[in-house]
């Protein structure tokens, strides 16, 4: 279903200048932006995937991951096609590389239209909505008018992104967004320009801004990459700087395992994923969570300033051992977060 865009520039000629992501794609009449799904249609651009849910599950919110945000509810977790980012790992490459472009790789998905995704979740009973699987910023029209009315039937409205958005497009998000979890790919531009056809600086200006200047509940992922971004400088380099944001802005770091145009990479091993946790609780972040293998005690949240343990997971299971949802049982500490 085609949907007019919202932050647009006209520019002359009939060519249009797309303010949704940090691309700022320059579309002559007919053309596809570089996620794939936003064209230029006689001199305005449309969104084209509007109301077309081709994934649609009910999800733990811990598998988004989220761990600070309704520990143990259900997220209706709806994703689209296309992606601003062209990510050689990408583990959701079925939906997200997909390009409007090329028709015979797209089938078409559920018709579902804002009002029904709520309907749905209401039906349901989940605590909210995530907009996940590819990148909800290519579907921001989408999005938007779901979480609107969404918010008024007390539903959560949660992103999973790559952070590549613009402050245009932050800005129309952030009276609606209640969480987010923002990818962080690694912590170099080479690392972004190479493996991702994009750029790390405003990635890391989307963190800031959300973390600190605004009211959504923030958590980044990294997937940890063997020879990529796995070395102890540039982890250390990254999790500093998240501490400098917030030291109470969960990192989580998850096992890769070789999938799209990736396979001459090993899976993770666990060692790798112990040492990143140390480095990050060493520089400072008082929750570093591992993620993708077995691994309990570094899944727990604790207590950052008595240690006791305060929500044990196994999977994407997750049972809070404290009396007041927030409020360490141990010492009285306010843990960060969305607790109810």
């Known amino acids: 279903m085609f949907t007019q865009g919202r932050l647009t520039r006209p520019l002359k000629d009939s060519r249009v200048q797309c ?181 790390l600086a405003p990635v890391k200006r989307n963190i800031a801004t959300l973390a600190q200047d605004t009211s959504v509940w923030v958590e980044v992922t990294t997937l940890i990459i063997p020879g990529l971004n796995d070395s102890d400088v540039e982890l250390q380099a990254a999790a500093e700087w998240l501490a400098a944001i917030s030291p109470d802005i969960p990192w989580h770091l998850s096992a890769f395992h070789p999938t799209y145009r990736m396979n001459d990479r090993p899976r993770t091993p666990p060692e790798t994923l112990a040492r990143a946790y140390d480095i990050g609780k060493a520089a400072g972040l008082h929750f570093v969570y591992v993620g993708n293998v077995h691994d309990p005690r570094r899944s727990n949240t604790y207590c950052p300033q008595c240690g006791e343990l305060l929500i044990a997971r196994r999977g994407f299971g997750a049972r809070a051992r404290w009396e007041t949802p927030g409020i360490c049982h141990g010492c009285g500490r306010h843990i960060p977060g969305v607790w109810i």
């Open 19 to 199: 303010r949704v992501c940090e691309h700022y794609c320059t579309l002559e009449p007919g053309a596809w932006g570089k996620c794939g799904v936003r064209l230029n249609r006689d001199g305005a651009i449309y969104l084209s995937v509007y109301g077309e849910a081709v994934a649609v599950h009910l999800d733990p919110i811990e598998k988004k991951p989220l761990y600070h945000f309704l520990p143990g509810t259900q997220a209706l977790s709806i994703g689209t096609y296309g992606c601003n980012m062209q990510c050689q790992w990408c583990q959701n490459w079925q939906l997200s590389q997909v390009r409007q472009t090329d028709p015979g790789t797209r089938q078409l998905g559920d018709k579902l239209v804002p009002q029904a995704l709520v309907d749905s979740a209401q039906r349901q009973k989940t605590a909210s909505i995530a907009y996940t699987y590819n990148e909800p910023t290519v579907f921001l029209e989408y999005t938007l008018d779901t979480a609107k009315l969404a918010q008024p039937q007390n539903i959560k409205n949660v992103y999973v992104s790559n952070g590549f958005m613009t402050p245009d497009a932050l800005d129309v998000l952030e009276p609606y967004l209640d969480g987010i979890n923002i990818d962080l790919k690694g912590f170099t531009e080479s690392l972004y320009q190479e493996y991702t056809s994009t750029r």
